[in-house]
């Protein structure tokens, strides 16, 4: 599918945009993306797809407005929302906490019309914590000294696939755990938007969280001959990849230490 007129006329340009311009584009790319994967067929084993960009919009645009200022040298890749992050609040691993008080976005998340009792929306009234979300974001406070604006200042955050997929029992289906033959379409649209964000944003840098984001951030280098850019891994902070927190703590200190990373966070 075409780029919308706004963001072609930036790729074209080729310079930074005031952050209207930047926010409005990115938004077109996400919206292009959603509307694309929304048509798919995920297989059988799926009952519910949450579209958090959709009910969780007004969330999800202050947090662009507040923070997407200007291009980023590292986009930090995620794979897909959990149920109780930016299922609840449109930010990628937004665990409601740190939505609130570290990045002090405040705003309206509407019910989407088909969900699982199990995994309702309740917007910034959940009291669910997003365990990958809150280790994930605990880190960046942590390096940033508690300011967003110094993480956010060459640094942003993504997922490669923004819908959430549940079966009938509401167990979280991530892209990789569908059958081929679901994957290839969905991976066709995903690779093509990261690779008109991460041109968007003149990023230099994707910092893939888990295997999955690695090995799709790394097609997608490839494909659309994205050569300038460099691809590195972070385990994912989810309880079940990586053990304890401390541990995965270390293993990711290690890896943004060791690409010249931290830096950008002093």
């Not at 590292?74 to 609130?100: A, K």
């Not at 199990?118 to 979300?133: A, D, F, M, Y």
Request: positive net charge.
């Amino acid at each position: 599918m075409l780029l919308s007129m706004s963001v072609s006329k930036y790729f074209a340009e080729q310079q930074e945009p005031e952050t209207e311009d930047l926010v409005d584009c990115f938004i077109n790319l996400e919206n292009d993306l959603v509307s694309q994967l929304k048509k798919l067929n995920y297989g059988p084993n799926v009952e519910y797809i949450y579209s958090p960009l959709d009910y969780a919009f007004n969330l999800h645009k202050i947090f662009l407005k507040k923070f997407l200022l200007t291009n980023k040298k590292v986009l930090f890749l995620g794979i897909n929302p959990g149920p109780w992050g930016m299922c609840q609040t449109g930010i990628p691993f937004g665990e409601v906490n740190i939505v609130r008080s570290y990045l002090q976005v405040d705003g309206k998340v509407l019910t989407p019309k088909n969900y699982h009792p199990q995994r309702p929306i309740t917007g910034l009234n959940c009291h669910r914590s997003e365990v990958s979300g809150k280790r994930l974001w605990d880190l960046f406070i942590e390096l940033s000294e508690g300011n967003p604006y110094k993480f956010f200042k060459n640094c942003f955050i993504h997922n490669y696939f923004p819908l959430a997929l549940m079966n009938k029992s509401a167990k979280n289906i991530t892209p990789g755990d569908l059958k081929s033959e679901y994957q290839k379409k969905l991976q066709e649209i995903c690779d093509k938007s990261l690779s008109d964000i991460v041109t968007l944003l003149h990023t230099d840098t994707i910092v893939a969280i888990g295997k999955y984001a690695e090995k799709r951030s790394n097609e997608v280098v490839k494909k659309y001959k994205l050569n300038n850019i460099k691809v590195v891994q972070i385990p994912h902070p989810s309880p079940r990849s990586v053990g304890t927190a401390e541990k995965w703590k270390n293993e990711t200190l290690n890896q943004l230490k060791s690409y010249h990373i931290l830096q950008l966070f002093k």
